[in-house]
């Protein structure tokens, strides 16, 4: 093949006229392969649910015509209605040229197995705890499940509202500073029909949770360094940025949790966080505490675990 051929099947198609797509492509197996070739062309980053541009065009398109992810493999090859094939065209347009993350194209954004309402006022759910909710936080508490839960900087309300869905006989608490993501929580409280024992509150870490305390504060707090906070991809500045920054290393609001979280935990309590990339920092600020470094079975870094007696003993180092 000639060199001036290669170069032409390596240009996008995307400008293209839908007429002309639209005239060639018919079947959802179409529309699969040229979304992951557009998105392989566009070098998207994929870091909200996806690892890959198949994997994003597999979540586009399912998303967009309302499929499960576990669809018989024969529907690849039904044919789409029009209006169905405009409306994957104009995803993967938008997808590609304003680099808004996936999950906000379409508003809904899977975690722990449960579909979460999101927009541009909370963080896209992806925390690993998902795995440690799905397990019932079986490692700290083996016998019963824990009675109350706190989900701190709770945005989506992701990790409270699964929390209860998969523990039926725990209270919850969705705790945040911003009412917009206090909003969006309160969508999913509705979805998930689970409003009897989740109440969304506002709250500057713990200042609104006065006199509450909780067998289980789980928290996925803002924890991106300024160094990494200004190298990320633009997909990430579609995300509200005060759920993101914290500080020159990441541990503003960690710090706060550190320091605090004892008051509001039972004697037997525990308190999970995710820090993310920032666990660095967190071990060069509090060297003598001994962290509980958790690892996941599908990936993922930076969550550690202390207990109540463990954030008594070291309290010195959080002052």
Request: aromatic share 10%; proline share 6%; net charge negative.
């Amino acid at each position: 093949m000639s060199t001036h051929l290669n170069a032409e099947y390596s240009h996008s198609t995307l400008s293209l006229p839908e007429s002309a797509l639209m005239s060639d492509l018919f079947t959802l197996r179409d529309y699969l392969r040229w979304v992951s070739s557009e998105f392989y062309l566009a070098g998207l980053h994929y870091g909200h649910g996806t690892d890959s541009a198949w994997d994003e065009a597999v979540a586009l398109c399912l998303g967009a015509l309302h499929l499960p992810w576990n669809i018989d493999p024969s529907v690849l090859e039904a044919r789409l209605l029009p209006v169905e094939r405009q409306r994957i065209i104009a995803l993967a347009r938008e997808r590609i040229t304003t680099r808004r993350p996936l999950p906000y194209l379409l508003g809904e954004s899977f975690f722990a197995g449960y579909p979460f309402s999101v927009d541009e006022r909370v963080l896209i759910p992806r925390s690993p705890i998902a795995e440690l909710i799905e397990d019932g936080f079986s490692a700290w508490f083996p016998e019963e499940p824990p009675a109350s839960v706190l989900d701190l900087c709770t945005g989506s309300g992701c990790i409270g509202i699964a929390s209860a869905l998969y523990l039926p006989t725990c209270e919850v608490v969705l705790a945040d500073i911003s009412q917009d993501a206090l909003a969006v929580a309160r969508q999913n409280i509705t979805r998930h029909d689970v409003g009897d024992r989740v109440r969304a509150v506002e709250s500057d870490v713990f200042s609104g949770l006065e006199g509450r305390r909780f067998d289980l504060i789980v928290s996925n707090p803002p924890y991106v360094d300024t160094r990494d906070l200004a190298m990320m991809p633009a997909e990430f500045r579609h995300e509200p940025s005060l759920a993101l920054g914290a500080g020159s290393d990441g541990l503003d609001i960690v710090r706060r949790i550190l320091r605090e979280a004892r008051e509001h935990l039972t004697d037997d309590g525990w308190l999970i966080v995710e820090v993310g990339n920032s666990d660095r920092h967190v071990e060069t600020a509090f060297p003598d505490v001994p962290f509980l470094w958790l690892e996941f079975e599908r990936g993922g870094q930076g969550v550690f675990a202390l207990s109540a007696a463990e954030l008594d003993a070291h309290a010195a180092s959080f002052v």
